[in-house]
């Protein structure tokens, strides 16, 4: 009993460490899913796939009366370019943790694809030499990956997620997921480093006098003045949670919950409504993509924090003349036991718009 009490403890402690970096917390609802309902229609199927500046890139699907079933990514399938008829591009959005089943079906996606361009702030050093996020290097197959705790040449404080990507680390042990460094493997020969060298972030950063703990400290204080007019209610709600015995799916239904409302290019975004940590890496992204178009590839994946996408989307049309086919999801975090999942519940959605 004693342990259990520990282990609630802790939980509770990350649960707090998400409303200090100032992503508040949300009462959570009481009521169960039935075992027969739907998903909601408008959560399947996007009003208007080619709506670029209106899209989302994480959401949470709910059932009919609006309980919330799973946390999606999207998979956003682009092509229809004049410059590069044959080429297609999906840009597929990251979270930093996710169920073991997600990123199975993101590892077998990406052996689809002619390369693979992926997110990943290394110094140039270990960029050189080979190493790949998560352990191993180019080409050894994920058998030479190691563990996240062990010292390497270069460390996971540097590996490109976002302040909220580790926010997320922090609360793998509540959450009961796997976090992405671990789940998927970067060791294919398709997979292409798309990202700022460390070097080459910390250079942006100076020159545009930007700094984490100047980004943390605007959002905190949007997130006070922002909070509902009971917060201590909702915490006390927190508390609860994880004194039921559906505890994990409801501390993952108060952080999906603020994913699917976070905005994090506005977040990290300057006066000028640009920023290193988003700007500027889509940038850097982007020229590697127009390297790989220009050497003939074809199909294109480019996996990249959801945070990222809707620059980066805008950036293929304006810069690239790509447009929007398909829009699909994945099923990143289940918010229900199984036994309160509707039983028509796929991993997978789609909406379509022409052909990919």
């Not at 500046?53 to 709910?62: F, G, L, P, Q």
């Not at 793998?172 to 292409?192: C, I, T």
């Not at 605007?218 to 007019?229: A, H, I, P, T």
């Not at 999906?256 to 890496?281: P, V």
């Amino acid at each position: 009993m004693k342990n259990d009490l520990s282990a609630l403890f802790r939980r509770f402690l990350a649960i707090a460490g998400l409303a200090t970096a100032g992503l508040t917390l949300t009462s959570l609802d009481t009521h169960r899913a039935g075992a027969d309902e739907k998903p909601a229609a408008a959560d399947v199927a996007e009003s208007d796939p080619k709506a670029a500046d209106s899209a989302e890139y994480v959401r949470i699907t709910r059932t009919d009366r609006k309980l919330a079933l799973s946390l999606d990514t999207s998979v956003v399938h682009m092509g229809n370019s004049k410059k590069y008829p044959e080429a297609t591009v999906d840009l597929i959005g990251a979270i930093h943790l996710g169920e073991a089943a997600y990123y199975d079906k993101l590892n077998t996606m990406f052996a689809d694809y002619d390369v693979l361009l992926f997110e990943a702030v290394m110094p140039e050093e270990a960029l050189k030499k080979g190493w790949r996020p998560g352990g191993g290097r180019s080409g050894e197959s994920g058998s030479h990956r190691r563990s996240l705790s062990d010292e390497q040449e270069w460390t996971e404080a540097k590996i490109g997620l976002s302040a909220i990507g580790a926010l997320q680390l922090g609360m793998k042990e509540a959450l009961g997921l796997e976090f992405q460094l671990s789940a998927v493997d970067y060791s294919p020969k398709n997979f292409v480093h798309a990202d700022m060298t460390q070097e080459e972030f910390e250079s942006s950063m100076e020159k545009r006098g930007e700094s984490f703990s100047e980004m943390m400290l605007r959002e905190m204080g949007k997130s006070v003045m922002n909070q509902d007019q009971h917060p201590l209610a909702q915490n006390l709600d927190v508390l609860m949670s994880l004194l039921t015995d559906d505890r994990l799916y409801r501390v993952r239904r108060i952080a999906a919950t603020q994913l699917a409302k976070a905005d994090e290019g506005e977040a990290f975004a300057g006066a000028d409504g640009t920023s290193t940590i988003i700007t500027e890496r889509n940038i850097k992204a982007l020229e590697v993509l127009q390297r790989e178009l220009k050497a003939g590839r074809r199909k294109i994946g480019i996996f990249y924090g959801a945070g990222h996408l809707k620059d980066m989307e805008q950036r293929m049309v304006d810069d690239f003349g790509f447009q929007r086919n398909k829009l699909e999801w994945l099923t990143a975090w289940e918010l229900r036991q199984e036994s309160e999942r509707p039983a028509a519940q796929t991993a997978v959605e789609s909406s379509d718009a022409g052909n990919n």
